[in-house]
C-alpha cells in the first residue's frame, strides 16, 4: 500500500487553512454597532427616508423632515437600523441619517417647563405637544430630566415626554 504523497498533504492543509480563515473573518463582520438595544437616538438628516427593508432596494414608506426628532433603534442589520417613531410606526434607516445626541418630543398635552425638578417649581416656559427639544440629563431615581427647548433649560417630567426610558440614567 502506498502511502500519501507530501504535495497531497500539502494541498489539503493549505485547503483546511483558507477555509478556517475565511469563517474567521466572516464571523468578525458584525451584523451591527454592538450598542445595546432598543436605544433612543435623534434625526442627523433634514430629510431622511425610512423603508420597508434593510436597504436602498426596499420601498420608501415615509419621509421625516425634522432634524433632532428622537427615534428609537429596535434592530440593526449591518449599517441599517430600525426605528420607532413617537407613534409607533417602525422602518429602516441608514445609519448615517441618525445622530447618538438625545432629543425629545412633548406628548399628551401642553407642558410647563420648570425652574427645578419639582412640581412647585415656577415654570419658565410653556411647551405645546409635538415641540422636539434636547434631552441634557435624567438622574437616577428621578421622575424628572433636564431639557432644553427653544433657548429655554428646564426641568420636565419623564412622562411628560417622548424619547427616555423611565428607569434610564441620562448624563
Known amino acids: 500500500m502506498r502511502s500519501p504523497s507530501r504535495p497531497w498533504i500539502f494541498a489539503l492543509a493549505v485547503a483546511i487553512a483558507v477555509v478556517f480563515t475565511v469563517i474567521g473573518v466572516a464571523s468578525a463582520v458584525p451584523d451591527g454597532s454592538g450598542l ?5 437616538v435623534s434625526l442627523r438628516a433634514d430629510k431622511a427616508k425610512m423603508r420597508t427593508g434593510p436597504g436602498v432596494q426596499y420601498p420608501e414608506d415615509w419621509v421625516y423632515v425634522r432634524r433632532g ?17 413617537w407613534q409607533g410606526t417602525r422602518g429602516w434607516m441608514h445609519q448615517s441619517l441618525l445622530s447618538g445626541e438625545r432629543a425629545l ?7 410647563d417647563l420648570r425652574q ?6 415656577l415654570p419658565i416656559a410653556r411647551v405645546e405637544v409635538g415641540v422636539v427639544g434636547q434631552l441634557l440629563a435624567c438622574p437616577e431615581g428621578s421622575e424628572w430630566c433636564r431639557v432644553e427647548i427653544d433657548g429655554f433649560k428646564g426641568w420636565l417630567k419623564r412622562a ?5 426610558y423611565s428607569e434610564e440614567v441620562v448624563e
Open 36 to 40: 445595546p438595544l432598543p436605544r433612543f
Open 69 to 85: 426628532l428622537p427615534l428609537e433603534i429596535i434592530a440593526e442589520h449591518h449599517t441599517w437600523r430600525k426605528v420607532r417613531d
Open 105 to 111: 418630543m412633548v406628548i399628551g398635552e401642553t407642558r
Open 116 to 121: 427645578r425638578p419639582e412640581e412647585k417649581s
Open 160 to 164: 411628560e415626554f417622548w424619547g427616555v
